[in-house]
């Protein structure tokens, strides 16, 4: 077999760019492993490429096939002693467009981007963890440094990255927190929020005050939502922004506020997604998926997640099985 079903985008727009198409199959080289994808996970950042803009101009090659999550079945190892031989079913994270993504049959990715699937979850499941979960890590937990006591404000607390953002700060003992949709609050408590907010009816800058951290998972794009929030930090305290291409004077306006402030950018790092698996695998910590969409039908779930009331993820289903 050479060739692969595989969503594919030659130009940048909006979802009616992807296109079904049959395409060579990815060839594994030096320390990759070629994986089976049973189920991908569909991130704003994919939307984000597929207009154009964020990591677009990274891109080496045409057609891009995006999806950096998923979850599948070692078809060729990386070397005959290694530990994730074919039939081993893994998880993980590629580096698109720098790389073929997961909108596709296969995917060949760095042996250390990926780990051994947890065997409480799903193909689908785990495909919704990856990027949403070393995302939410990389911020609340590596940066934000969450121990018992600390208040963190989580915007967007109900997203793929905040629902894990909500529940690592909740684990290591943080006041979370969380805003969100009237439909969500609830939800939002038993993922371990002390507080909540509700942004349909509260300013949160009318509501908590003094919080320690905030993680900014919504940008300066929306309603102004990162310089707003250095109103509720204490004196010192950390803002951590993904969406920071939003904000281009995030430091200078920190500055003056009198706190601190950093973007991040999350890296493939499987060394870290094997601590998250063991949450996972204790039940400690949960992944919710929204709404699962069939490979064709990657458009559709482009559109869905642009709506922006996602709660958890959106997967596509790749292969059967």
């Known amino acids: 077999m050479t060739t692969m079903r595989a969503m594919t985008m030659t130009v ?18 030096g320390s990759e492993v070629l994986v089976k994808v049973m189920a991908a996970g569909v991130s704003p950042i994919d939307s984000t490429t597929r207009s154009g ?18 979850s599948g079945i070692v078809v060729e190892a990386a070397y005959a002693a290694h530990p994730l031989q074919p039939g081993t079913e893994v998880y993980g994270m590629g580096m698109v467009p720098r790389l073929s993504g997961a909108y596709a049959e296969y995917v060949s990715v760095p042996v250390l981007s990926l780990v051994r699937k947890p ?4 193909h689908v499941e785990a495909a919704a963890v990856p990027l949403a979960a070393l995302t939410a890590w990389g911020m609340v937990v590596e940066t934000a440094k969450t121990h018992e006591g600390q208040r963190m404000l989580v915007h967007a607390g109900a997203g793929g990255v905040g629902h894990f953002a909500v529940q690592f700060g909740a684990y290591f003992g943080a006041h979370v927190i969380a805003i969100g949709s009237t439909r969500n609050l609830g939800w939002l408590r038993e993922l371990g929020a002390s507080d909540v907010i509700d942004h349909s009816i509260t300013r949160f800058e009318d509501a908590v005050a003094d919080v320690d951290v905030v993680i900014d998972l919504v ?25 920071a ?14 706190v601190r402030a950093t973007d991040f950018q999350v890296a493939p790092d499987g060394s870290t997604l094997a601590i998250i698996s063991r949450l996972l695998e204790s039940g400690d910590v949960k992944v919710f998926v929204d709404r699962v969409f069939d490979l064709e039908r990657a458009a559709d779930a482009h559109r869905h997640i642009e709506e922006g009331h996602t709660r958890g993820k959106i997967v596509l289903k790749v292969c059967e099985g």
Do not use: C, Q, Y
Request: aromatic content about 4%; glycine content about 16%.
């Open 12 to 29: 940048p727009g909006g979802p009616d760019v992807l296109e079904l198409a049959e395409i060579e199959r990815p060839t594994r080289i």
């Open 53 to 70: 803009k964020g990591p677009f101009g990274g891109a080496l090659t045409m057609p891009i096939v995006l999806g950096n999550d998923f």
């Open 119 to 122: 065997s409480r979850l799903s």
């Open 219 to 243: 940008g300066n794009a929306i309603d102004h939502t990162s310089s707003r929030s250095l109103g509720v930090l204490r004196p010192g305290g950390l803002i951590v922004s993904a969406p």
């Open 245 to 258: 291409g939003s904000w281009p004077h995030m430091l200078e306006e920190a500055e003056v506020a009198g």
